[in-house]
């Protein structure tokens, strides 16, 4: 089966942590680009950033040098650590095989005192 399912979201408080993933099947996970994306309440769906097969990655300048993405090709896993996490990163965290059409469920990521 095609799928992506991430998992790792939950609360957190402002300044904490969290390591979100997305385990993928049914596919060439390691021959694929991987994208993480967010969608706060009400707001537009946006990139977070994206790893290549070669493991190069890029981010949005509102997450750089706080998220960090990495990939496991053993585990057809893709990660997104997060730190430093402030209230604005609440959101919804979906990952993408990149340029297609299939996207995970999504995670919730709540960051709140």
């Known amino acids: 089966q095609v799928q992506l399912v991430e998992s790792g979201g939950g609360l957190v408080q402002p300044g904490g942590s969290l390591r979100l993933s997305c385990a993928a099947s049914g596919f060439a996970f390691r021959l694929s680009a991987m994208g993480w994306y967010r969608q706060a309440p009400g707001k537009q769906r946006e990139l977070v950033g994206s790893?290549?097969?070669?493991?190069?990655?890029n981010y949005a300048d509102s997450v750089k040098g706080r998220f960090t993405i990495s990939r496991d090709n053993a585990k057809n896993t893709v990660y997104l650590q997060m730190n430093s996490l402030k209230p604005e990163d609440t959101a919804v965290y979906y990952c993408?095989?990149?340029?297609?059409?299939?996207w995970g469920q999504g995670t919730q990521v709540t960051v709140s005192s």
């Open positions: 790893i290549t097969s070669g493991e190069s990655t």
């Open positions: 993408r095989r990149w340029g297609t059409a299939l």
